[in-house]
């Protein structure tokens, strides 16, 4: 039996410390060197109060329980539903901020939720080691890049598990692994198989400085080096491209599988995308110092026409005319007579004769095209420059009397209707390898090379004879090589290394030369979550069967700034898998939650744009201004950043509210998908509100300590209150978990859950005693609050557990989050409905009515009208209106 009891003890030193006291006085050990109030998981008596000091015993005690528990919960069995939770895993900074608190806290609350439903679920973590920030972050402090990455992985792991978040750590990852990055090298060896990678000249930010290539987001608004401050150089070099624009078509028709992702988002992919009304083909080049498989991608939105094709046009910013290329001397001769002839020649893909290039600065190119084919038969433009310029051309396009078009002169696919041959011809080029994929004119392949060393270095040997021959799989990984003295600075980092790059080639055995480029990072994470299925495979990089069982992720969650970009990259390599038969989901991701930022308060003089630390702000007048001079100020709410000033350290909160005070704070109050302005007054509500909580089970235990509950002691009029609880009870779990399963809402949950608490505190003593309903109810707002703040929850269900007279019926061996969730009980049908009354949207009453009267206006006016309600409140007044609820609970009557 419980009661509530705490005994002072004299402690060493100057303070006191409240131990509690368990059977004869022996004081049970202690959670923490303050003054603590131990806890009944501890002692076995009940704590009345959520003080402070309770809070703290809670989680210490409970911190490494859950985790103990959720490394149990996290073995997989080959039957039963399975349920993946995803956030997008962090590059590893070396500190948490508020962001990374409010998705995996949004992440956590999901999966212990769905694990309450019965689902086995995924929620794995991991990191995005690579890239140019670890790179020059170590760079700055004379470090090497892997060290340096290490050495945060291992102290942000320590934050992210402080937050008591039920990640599986046997699945994580991290892309800087050679486990991890040997299979990204696998990954795109076939796609070099399947002629999606190559490698051209582009065009590229170049830092003379530093000598180094530089990100487009490393390049400030002035054209400068954000690290050394130079001018940046447009350069070409010879990059490494995928050849993204052949699934341009697949991932635009994908996203109207995509019925649970948000329309900002997939208007972001579908504007990215363009429209795909048209295809490359690619012409082989011919000609003096041209390479034998130079190949010329031109664009068309007629490619059933190809047969058609008398010349080719060329943009003068065209790369064949550009950086190392033989024709770059033609630039001048270009600005003399505008209409220039290369001595080159395309060989056409269908017919394999010689089609004239020329070179035009009089043409008119859209946006994004450097190339396109002249069809005289489709356009006059076209028309006119071959016979201006002597060039022979066919018609291939015959258009009947009925409107109708069709195909001549184009070998075997003349006579076919003109869709029909646009079908059948781009089938052709796509089986002869020459192009054909459906694509837009705004969209380019995809450039992964970075010549930069922290990155997954290319699987490619350079060989005089062979030219560029692929790494066999069995030599995988290429791992990156140790170097003593690291700075990054010079154009390819890994072009130092001579004992790595000097290697033999695979095919011939001869002499050869490791590719220096590593992959951009996006490559890295374009295929991560795959990997979580199976992290351990050793023979590739997952496992088919354990994939199909796995993907696709159920819930997805992220920034808003990866609409484009990330997942874009993500969803082709998945369309890849599953064009290679690895896996049967097309579309990695079902459901996508895209998370805002979080904003905080910052203050900028606004003379200067200096931004200023909050000590220094004077907030005691009408407008905050500068303390020491008094000057006003711009206040805005933006992203927290150290710069600004306006961050806040999530171990600072810890440590002053708690996990589960810090948990309930980021979730409520907003949508996931709004950002949040900070406001730190706002956690005394959840404060008051777990302390709520925390008082109803003290209340249970106390009234139920005594005696056993005895339904026949409730009056009639208490046997209404229950039947009213039980109904309001049943609505707002259900809310509840439509919020947590379907809107993924757990402010709106939180919501749900103080209503709850609110109905619960008013029941009254004679009710909570006796009611067996009131129990129920209880433990199941316990068990709902337990997803989102595993710790208070854990201990009041103890709490509940320990009472001697319980009627509810469940495996109490089991923690909270070890129960099921729980589910609307069935009410029994009554005859008649309690309807509220309001006169001009003001509530004057309640009534009881029949409940075929409750829908119907009519009735319910004369009832209103015949009540004492009606008497005190309408005598005299006409009634110009009556609104009905379409649930029949409430009547608005309108009065002048």
Not at 265 to 282: A, F, I, P, R, T
């Amino acid at each position: 039996m419980l009661g509530f009891r705490a005994n002072f003890l004299p402690c060493l030193g100057s303070k006191a410390r409240l131990f509690p006291v368990v059977g004869g006085g022996k004081p049970a050990p202690c959670v923490s060197n303050t003054w603590v109030r131990c806890i009944y998981s501890v002692t076995g008596q009940w704590e009345k109060d959520y003080s402070k000091e309770t809070r703290i015993a809670v989680e210490k005690y409970w911190y490494g329980k859950l985790l103990k528990d959720s490394k149990q919960t996290q073995k997989f069995q080959s039957d039963g539903p399975k349920y993946y939770v995803l956030p997008m895993f962090p590059y590893p900074s070396g500190r948490l901020h508020m962001g990374h608190v409010r998705v995996y806290t949004i992440s956590d609350t999901v999966a212990r939720f769905q694990r309450m439903n019965g689902y086995q679920v995924l929620h794995p973590m991991g990191w995005d080691a690579f890239g140019l920030p670890a790179e020059n972050a170590a760079i700055e402090r004379g470090l090497h890049p892997d060290a340096w990455t290490k050495s945060n992985i291992e102290h942000m792991r320590k934050q992210i598990e402080s937050l008591s978040l039920s990640f599986d750590w046997e699945r994580e990852i991290s892309t800087c692994d050679p486990n991890y990055y040997r299979w990204t090298q696998h990954l795109f060896l076939k796609m070099y198989e399947s002629g999606l990678c190559y490698r051209k000249e582009a065009l590229v930010n170049w830092d003379p400085v530093d000598k180094t290539v530089l990100a487009n987001e490393q390049v400030d608004e002035n054209g400068r080096s954000w690290r050394s401050g130079a001018k940046v150089e447009k350069k070409y070099l010879k990059q490494w491209f995928v050849r993204i624009t052949h699934f341009s078509n697949s991932l635009l028709k994908g996203l109207e599988e995509l019925t649970q992702w948000g329309n900002y988002v997939k208007g972001m992919q579908s504007w990215w995308l363009g429209e795909c009304n048209g295809c490359y083909y690619d012409f082989k080049l011919e000609g003096e110092d041209i390479s034998s498989d130079s190949l010329l991608p031109v664009f068309t939105t007629s490619p059933e026409a190809v047969y058609g094709v008398s010349h080719i046009l060329l943009s003068p910013d065209h790369h064949l005319l550009k950086g190392t290329q033989a024709f770059s001397q033609w630039n001048e001769e270009i600005t003399k007579h505008r209409v220039v002839r290369l001595p080159l020649s395309a060989v056409h893909p269908f017919t394999n004769k010689p089609v004239p290039v020329y070179v035009s600065s009089e043409a008119e190119f859209e946006d994004h095209i450097d190339a396109k084919m002249g069809i005289p038969c489709l356009n006059e433009v076209d028309k006119t420059f071959a016979e201006k310029h002597g060039l022979d051309f066919e018609l291939v396009i015959k258009h009947s009397n009925d409107a109708s078009a069709q195909v001549v002169n184009s070998a075997e696919f003349s006579n076919l209707d003109r869709q029909e041959a646009r079908e059948e011809i781009t089938r052709t080029a796509r089986e002869k390898g020459c192009g054909g994929h459906w694509t837009s004119a705004n969209l380019h392949d995809w450039p992964i090379s970075r010549q930069r060393f922290w990155g997954t270095p290319i699987p490619i040997v350079h060989c005089p004879t062979c030219k560029e021959v692929p790494v066999p799989f069995d030599n995988l990984p290429i791992e990156l090589p140790k170097v003593a003295n690291f700075n990054g600075k010079g154009g390819r980092p890994l072009a130092d290394a001579s004992e790595w790059v000097d290697t033999t080639c695979p095919k011939c055995g001869g002499p050869g030369m490791r590719e220096t480029d590593t992959m951009d990072t996006f490559v890295d994470s374009a295929w991560y979550f795959l990997r979580f299925c199976d992290t351990h495979n050793t023979e590739a990089p997952w496992g088919i069967e354990i994939a199909d069982k796995l993907m696709p992720v159920d819930l997805y969650i992220g920034g808003k700034e990866h609409a484009v970009m990330h997942l874009y990259y993500a969803r082709f390599l998945s369309h890849f898998a599953y064009q290679q038969g690895l896996v049967s989901h097309k579309e990695p991701f079902k459901r996508l939650l895209v998370q805002g930022i979080v904003k905080g308060p910052s203050y900028r003089v606004e003379s200067t744009g200096k931004y200023l630390t909050p000590q220094e702000v004077d907030l005691s007048g009408p407008e905050p201004v500068e303390m020491e001079t008094g000057e006003k100020l711009i206040v805005e709410f933006e992203k927290m950043s150290k710069s600004k000033h306006n961050g806040v350290d999530p171990q600072e909160l810890l440590d002053q509210y708690g996990i589960d005070t810090v948990r309930l704070f980021i979730l409520q109050g907003v949508p996931p998908e709004i950002d949040i302005h900070w406001n730190i007054q706002a956690i005394n509500g959840v404060l008051r509100w777990q302390g709520r909580v925390w008082g109803l089970v003290s209340r249970f235990v106390e009234l139920r300590g005594t005696s056993p509950p005895n339904p026949e002691a409730l009056s009639s009029s208490d046997g209404k209150k229950e039947s009213q609880l039980v109904t309001k009870s049943n609505a707002f779990i259900t809310d509840i978990t439509r919020h947590l399963h379907e809107d993924f809402s757990p402010n709106a949950a939180i919501i749900g859950l103080m209503g709850l608490t609110s109905i619960l505190r008013k029941v009254p003593d004679t009710v909570a005693r006796h009611s067996t309903e009131f129990e129920r109810i209880l433990c199941s707002l316990v068990l709902m609050l337990a997803p989102l703040a595993p710790h208070i929850s854990s201990e009041m269900w103890q709490g509940i557990k320990s009472v001697q007279h319980k009627t509810v019926s469940c495996d109490w061996n089991k923690g909270a989050l070890q129960q099921p969730w729980p589910v609307p009980t069935k009410e029994e049908e009554t005859n008649t409905v309690t309807v509220k009354v309001l006169i001009n949207n003001r509530k004057v009453g309640t009534i009881e009515v029949d409940r075929a009267e409750a829908t119907d206006a009519k009735a319910l006016e004369r009832l209103v009208q015949e009540s004492s309600i009606g008497q005190k409140n309408l005598s005299y007044l006409q009634i110009k209106r009556v609104v009905l609820s379409p649930k029949g609970n409430l009547v608005n009557i309108l009065v002048d």
